[in-house]
Structures are given as structure tokens and as C-alpha cells.
């Protein structure tokens, strides 16, 4: 089990340029997460898809901000224009099941570490 | 909206002592999880617990989830320099798939 994929690990870019964050999931796990981490506003959820439909968004920032999940098995999150204060650790994440009484654990991605100057 | 909170959200631990962190939701929680993040690397995660008034145990590390299952604690004994790192909670809403983190607690441990 290779776990979940991201690339690239560091990002650095300019003000006003895009950046698109990739994500492959644990193969056979139906939900993907995006969460962002800062150490102001800890770890935010951005985004999650069921089955690569996004089923709530209501965490991704603004309009700048945008994730497809166009298979089962790739996720991207496309900053564009960027701006230094998108500068974070950005986390994919995904899991099996999610249920009423029981949520199956996040796989976590070695994240990728976004520098927007 | 659903917070979850943590406190402390530093602890410095002697290596050997004894130290817990703690958990609380402003709203009732279905469950509730804890993940480690060692420093530089992601969320890890350590244990799910489910009932009110849960306890489980992992080696020196002890988990419980309160009876209203509004808040949780980790406490850690004999800690080692392994333990350091980011302990965070993470509580799902009743009937909820979002999972809500905690601010963490940042351990470090001096030997």
C-alpha cells in the first residue's frame, strides 16, 4: 500500500501565478479530503468529494480557490491567482467509509508545502 | 459552527512524567478521533472511540471519551522523547461526515 500520493512536496511561487496541488488517493477509498495547515488556523478542511463528486466546499477560501476529482484515483487543488497568504502546508487526505456512528481514519499525504512570495 | 478545542496547546514534559491534553466540542460529537503529527511530517492517526464514557488503552498512552461526549482526553505516561510531536482531536458531528480538528497539543519533551 503506497498510501496517499502528493506531489509536489514544496511549491514556490510568485505572487499572481497558479498553482496546482496533486492528490492520489488509497486506491478504494471512496472520500478525499483537501485540508490546509497553518499554524495560526491549525488544519482547515478545504474540501472533501464522495465517490469524486465534492460534496461540501463550504471551507475552500475563496473564488481563487478550486479542486476536481475527474477519477477515482487523482485530485487536484488549483490556486489561481496565488497570494502570499495561501502560503501553507496543504494536506490530501482520504478514507473508507463515513457513517453515522462509525468514520473510518484519514490517510494522510506527506502534504505539500505551498511559499507564495 | 461545530469548534473543537484543546488545551494546553504546549507542553513541555520531562522525559518520564506524566501529562494529559484535553479535548472539548461545543456540540455533541458521534465520535471522536486522535492523530499524532510528528514534527515536519502529517497526521497519523492513533485511535477512534465511539461510546460515551470510552476508555481505551494504547501501551503508556490512555484514551477517554466523556459521558456527555462532548470533550476527551489523552493522557500519556513515562513519556519519551518518542512522544514528541502534535497531538490533535478530531470530532465528527452527530450524524456528520466532516471531521473537525482541534488546535492540537504541541508536546516536548526534555530529557
Known amino acids: 500500500d503506497a498510501g496517499v500520493i502528493q506531489s509536489p512536496r514544496h511549491e514556490v511561487t510568485e505572487m499572481g501565478q497558479e498553482v496546482t496541488l496533486r492528490c492520489k488517493p488509497i486506491s478504494g477509498h471512496d472520500y478525499l479530503f483537501w485540508y490546509r495547515q497553518t499554524m495560526m488556523r491549525g488544519l482547515e478542511l478545504l474540501i472533501y468529494f464522495n465517490n469524486n463528486v465534492p460534496i461540501d466546499d463550504s471551507g475552500m477560501p475563496e473564488d481563487r480557490f478550486s479542486a476536481k476529482m475527474p477519477n477515482a484515483s487523482f485530485s487536484t487543488l488549483k490556486i489561481q491567482p496565488s497570494e502570499p497568504r495561501d502560503s501553507a502546508v496543504y494536506f490530501c487526505a482520504s478514507s473508507l467509509r463515513q457513517g453515522d456512528s462509525y468514520n473510518s481514519p484519514l490517510h494522510f499525504g506527506n502534504g505539500t508545502r505551498l511559499t507564495v512570495t | 459552527g461545530q469548534q473543537v478545542m484543546q488545551i494546553p496547546q504546549y507542553q513541555h514534559v520531562q522525559e518520564g512524567e506524566d501529562f494529559t491534553t484535553y479535548c472539548n466540542s461545543s456540540?455533541?460529537?458521534?465520535?471522536i478521533q486522535w492523530y499524532k503529527q510528528r514534527p515536519g511530517g502529517h497526521p497519523v492517526f492513533l485511535i477512534q472511540l465511539v461510546k460515551s464514557g470510552e476508555v481505551k488503552k494504547q501501551k503508556r498512552l490512555t484514551f477517554q471519551f466523556g459521558e456527555a461526549k462532548k470533550n476527551s482526553s489523552l493522557h500519556i505516561t513515562a513519556t519519551q522523547t518518542t512522544d514528541v510531536g502534535t497531538y490533535f482531536c478530531a470530532g465528527y458531528k452527530a450524524a456528520g461526515n466532516k471531521l473537525t480538528f482541534g488546535g492540537g497539543t504541541r508536546v516536548l519533551v526534555k530529557p
Open positions: 456540540t455533541t460529537l458521534s465520535n
